[in-house]
């Protein structure tokens, strides 16, 4: 099965600065990428994801890449805001049988300092 | 409209007793997922139907858990002789049509969660 890492586990950023958080997955199959913001005590939200025939993808502040060769992609985040603060999880999704199965990573908590 | 919801919010229950856990995806969306959320870490995979039918059930641990999804909406998780070691925040999570399908524009949308805790 598929396996995600992770980095950093925490992230500590001045407001304005740019952050980024980096995976890596370990199944060549997986093709679809996706990130979630997940705020204390809410429910995880999609902010962007990414498909394996796109190589970057940009939203606003928020962009994502992908490096199918090396397995890994990561979040940028430009012009940080405080609220950004959350814990960013990544997720590689393979497709067993026909359903996308995501595996998640296991989250960089991301404190921008105001 | 209404977004996913789960019911209940927080469920305390005793070591061995069995629990429900049910989760009313957005109206209209065929693909619901469970997760198992533990402190600190990312969701966990549970099982994922499409329609009425679990497509895949890999992620279940173990014969105690168990899901359905009878009339392809609501959905309910039972876990059977609860142990400690199975609490955690159980997320539900609906999309329009299977995540991640090619050429789609697909969001999974997630829903508050139930906090279960087992004494």
């Known amino acids: 099965g598929e396996n995600v890492e992770q980095h950093p586990s925490t992230l500590s950023v001045q407001e304005g600065d740019s952050a980024v958080i980096k995976c890596t997955y370990s199944d060549s199959a997986s093709n679809y990428f996706p990130w979630y913001k997940q705020e204390l005590g809410k429910r995880p939200q999609l902010i962007i994801d990414?498909?394996?025939?796109?190589g970057e993808k940009k939203d606003q502040r928020i962009a994502v890449t992908l490096n199918k060769t090396a397995k890994h992609f990561s979040l940028h985040i430009t012009e940080t805001q405080p609220e950004d603060s959350a814990v960013y999880f990544c997720a590689a999704s393979e497709r067993p049988g026909g359903s996308y199965i995501p595996t998640f990573g296991r989250g960089t908590s991301l404190i921008v300092h105001p | 409209g209404a977004g996913v919801s789960q019911t209940p919010s927080n469920k305390v229950t005793e070591k061995g007793k069995y629990v429900e856990l049910r989760c009313d995806p957005i109206?209209?969306?065929?693909?619901l997922y469970w997760y198992r959320q533990s402190l600190g870490q990312g969701p966990e995979f549970l099982i994922y139907f499409q329609g009425t039918g679990a497509a895949d059930d890999s992620g279940l641990p173990n014969d105690r858990f168990f899901a359905v999804r009878p009339e392809g909406s609501v959905s309910t998780l039972k876990i059977q002789r609860t142990e400690r070691g199975d609490s955690a925040v159980y997320l539900c999570?609906?999309?329009?049509?299977?995540?991640?399908?090619?050429?789609?524009?697909?969001?999974?949308?997630f829903g508050p969660g139930t906090r279960l805790t087992v004494l």
């Open positions: 999570a609906s999309s329009p049509i299977p995540l991640g399908l090619a050429g789609t524009t697909d969001t999974q949308y």
């Open positions: 109206s209209g969306h065929t693909a």
């Open positions: 990414i498909r394996s025939n796109v």
